[in-house]
């Protein structure tokens, strides 16, 4: 009776075996927060700095309809 032959392509499933050190686990997720923490300031300023464009251009709209009515109001009066 022959023996069967070993195959020769890898084991399906290969077997790592490291070694943590303590801590070592938790470094990813602190890694997510403070990657989430500098995404949330960032948003967080962009948004505020929209805000303060906004309005700074709803003043200058302010002003530019009270200066239009002061023209229009200083054409009439001219006439």
């Known amino acids: ?3 069967p032959q070993k195959s020769r392509l890898h084991p399906s499933l290969p077997k790592f075996h490291t070694t943590y050190l303590s801590g070592e ?3 990813g997720l602190i890694e ?3 990657a989430m923490a500098l995404i ?3 948003y967080i300023s962009v948004v505020e700095a929209y ?3 906004l309005l700074h251009y709803g ?3 302010a002003q530019r309809t009270q200066l239009n009515r002061a023209q229009d109001e200083h054409e009439r009066g001219a006439s």
């Open 1 to 3: 009776m022959q023996k």
């Open 25 to 27: 686990r938790g470094f």
């Open 32 to 34: 997510v927060v403070v």
């Open 40 to 42: 949330a300031g960032t």
């Open 51 to 53: 805000q303060r464009v």
């Open 59 to 61: 003043k200058i709209e």
